[in-house]
């Protein structure tokens, strides 16, 4: 990971536009290829992203970018679509570069690694016909809750959370890029399936292909009976 503390403005060219105005910004440079600013504010999301795949680019500003004193300029082009991000740094404060080796990935609570397991006992809960490929499936990014087949022999990837919020279909859009690189696997849709799912996530989850499934902890580990009750 490669930490550069700057001076700089930022343009979000493509699909939207957005623009940051000059100010003094951490940038992230991640092994994946995505790139991310950061504030000293706004809790842990950064203001602006590029994800991967991407490609950066260091190129000599033009005249007008260097008489307002741009030193330096970075292109970050989407290898997807026609999306740029371009970072404008006009003094450079800090910049490092640091080997985080393989991450482990999110070790979970009780509740997240049960349901994870009784998900892969009664992979059925998803859908008549689907079948599991393997619990933890390694990703260069972190391993996915559980890979399985749908009743069409479809690839589905199934990201578990306790309470879904946005961050974690954030997270399943991630390993669904990565995973439709595969040509072994793709095509992969992508299943988020929680406890309690936020109005916010739905939506998001809606516009990005991905399909919410609300999950029953107590009925599928035998405390609740839903068939037995009356109402």
């Not at 970072?87 to 080796?101: C, K, P, T, V």
Request: hydrophobic letters at 40%.
């Amino acid at each position: 990971m490669r930490l550069v503390l700057a001076k700089c403005s930022v343009d979000y060219v493509g699909r939207l536009k957005a623009h940051l105005p000059l100010a003094v910004r951490l940038l992230l440079v991640k092994a994946d290829g995505s790139v991310l600013v950061h504030s000293d504010g706004g809790s842990y999301k950064p203001l602006n992203w590029m994800s991967p795949p991407a490609t950066l680019r260091t190129v000599t500003p033009g005249e007008a970018e260097l008489e307002e004193g741009v030193q330096e300029q970075w292109v970050v082009q989407s290898a997807k679509t026609d999306d740029r991000l371009i970072i404008n740094i006009y003094e450079q404060l800090h910049d490092s570069s640091h080997d985080l080796g393989v991450d482990p990935g999110l070790i979970k609570d009780g509740v997240e690694a049960d349901l994870q397991r009784l998900l892969a006992e009664q992979i059925h809960t998803l859908g008549d016909g689907y079948t599991l490929i393997r619990r933890e499936y390694f990703t260069a990014i972190g391993p996915v809750d559980i890979l399985a087949r749908d009743s069409n022999g479809g690839t589905v990837a199934v990201e578990l959370k306790r309470r879904g919020d946005i961050d974690g279909v954030e997270q399943l859009t991630r390993y669904l890029e990565l995973l439709n690189r595969d040509p072994l696997l793709a095509p992969v849709r992508g299943i988020f399936a929680a406890q309690q799912i936020k109005p916010q996530a739905r939506v998001l989850a809606a516009d990005r292909g991905i399909e919410c499934v609300t999950l029953d902890y107590d009925a599928m580990r035998g405390v609740d009976d839903s068939a037995s009750r009356l109402f």
